[in-house]
């Protein structure tokens, strides 16, 4: 089973996959975690999209494209968390799924008001270490700035910054958002309000990709 997770940064997208990963077994490819531990690595990927990131752009269709054929799992639930985020990478996806002889099952969108997403990014916090996520009113550390798992340190992502947060906002109204018609036309997409609680939208995601109708 193959699910896309759709909405703006900050909408709480990766906080459900990892809950999905933990509780029933999906894979949670996160384009954004690849892309970030590549940065950190300073791989040739990494370099590239940097610049992108720090911007609060897209990186290149082509870069990601190569990226989900090297990571997309032959086998097994699989979150797509981050991707895809453009029309052409929505094309990109199907046509790789077709040659497997696959198909996506759904996509959930995470829809949630620009305030709510404003909030959420800027109280993020990332354990630097192990990747776990937090905020700082929604969902502190038990100790300020440490890791409750492993005892990193928590820090904010650059492209969680006001300056970028806008510029994020404009390029998924711009790029991402088209892709809600897209998959509308194609009677898979599924619509969440984000602005619910972390276990009140847990229930919600789990009795949807449980239903087979
Ligand atoms: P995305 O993956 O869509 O960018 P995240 O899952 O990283 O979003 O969530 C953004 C921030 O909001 C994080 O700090 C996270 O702890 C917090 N968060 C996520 N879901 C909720 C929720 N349902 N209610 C309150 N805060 C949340
Ligand atoms: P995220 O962690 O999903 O918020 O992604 C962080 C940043 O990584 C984005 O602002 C983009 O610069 C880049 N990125 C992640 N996924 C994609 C994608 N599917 N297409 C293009 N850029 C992406």
Same mark, same amino acid.
């Not at 954004?32 to 752009?57: C, F, N, S, W």
């Not at 990109?92 to 008001?113: C, R, T, W």
């Not at 404009?170 to 809600?180: F, G, S």
């Given at each position: ?17 990892k809950?999905?990963s ?36 897209l990186?290149?269709?082509s ?7 090297? =990571?997309? &799992?032959? !086998?097994?639930?699989? #979150?797509? @968390? ?6 052409? /990478?929505? *094309? ?26 404003i ?11 192990c990747?776990?996520l937090?905020?700082?009113? =929604?969902? &502190?550390? !038990?100790?300020?700035? #440490?890791? @409750? ?6 820090? /904010?992502? *650059? ?55």
């Open positions: 089973m193959i699910v896309v997770f759709l909405g703006p940064p900050g909408a709480g997208k990766g906080t459900q996959a809950l999905l933990q509780r029933m077994g999906f894979y949670h490819l996160s384009t954004g975690d690849i892309l970030r531990e590549a940065v950190k690595k300073q791989t040739p990927l990494g370099i590239k999209a940097k610049e992108y990131m720090d911007r609060g752009e990186v290149p269709d870069l990601i494209i190569a990226l989900i054929e090297e =990571y997309l &799992p032959e !086998k097994g639930g699989v #979150i797509l @968390d981050g991707f895809p985020r453009t029309i052409a /990478q929505a *094309e990109a996806l199907e046509s790789m799924l077709n040659a497997k002889g696959k198909k996506l099952s759904k996509v959930i969108l995470f829809d949630s008001p620009d305030e709510a997403i909030d959420r990014l800027s109280g993020r916090r990332v354990c630097s270490s990747g776990a937090y905020h700082v009113k =929604y969902n &502190p550390p !038990k100790k300020d700035e #440490i890791c @409750d798992f492993c005892g990193g340190s928590l820090v /904010q992502r *650059e492209d969680d910054k006001e300056a970028v947060v806008e510029k994020r906002l404009e390029v998924y109204r711009k790029q991402t958002e088209p892709l809600i018609d897209f998959y509308r036309k194609k009677n898979i997409i599924y619509r969440l309000d984000a602005t619910k609680g972390v276990e009140e939208l847990f229930s919600e995601l789990e009795g949807i990709i449980k239903d087979d109708g």
